[in-house]
């Protein structure tokens, strides 16, 4: 099993920029990957950015492109989501997961295998 923690999310000003981060324990070798998923009230679920543990391939969904930035610390079993000119439409909780085959564009349930408890994140107007 692995574990995953998230922290960081608060309330900020929109124009602001805030780091989300999630941290892995337990079986965390052989994951490929690790993703960042928002739910906003009353919305689906959105995968927002995605890193490969190794390598670095990156993806991003279009509304957060040039504004957010997926990275991580291997030593530490660490991503990091560094949002930037957020705005009140990035409201949402945010949720760490992982998985231990390829990104694909399809269900998110079938491309993770493991999800964190989410963290808050709110941008004021």
């Known amino acids: 099993q692995v574990q995953l923690v998230e922290s960081g999310g608060e309330l900020v000003q929109a124009g602001g920029s805030l780091r989300v981060s999630c941290v892995a324990s337990?079986?965390?070798?052989?994951?490929?990957?690790v993703g960042w998923i928002r739910q906003a009230p009353g919305k689906e679920r959105e995968s927002v950015a995605d890193i490969n543990w190794s390598g670095g391939g990156t993806y991003y969904a279009d509304s957060v492109k040039g504004r957010f930035i997926i990275s991580r610390d291997n030593a530490k079993n660490t991503v990091h989501l560094q949002m930037n000119s957020l705005k009140p439409e990035d409201t949402a909780v945010y949720y760490c997961?992982?998985?231990?085959?390829?990104?694909?564009?399809?269900?998110?349930?079938?491309?993770?295998?493991?999800w964190g408890q989410g963290t808050q994140v709110t941008v004021s107007s």
């Open positions: 997961a992982a998985r231990r085959g390829i990104r694909a564009e399809t269900s998110l349930d079938s491309v993770y295998d493991y």
């Open positions: 337990g079986r965390t070798w052989g994951l490929y990957g």
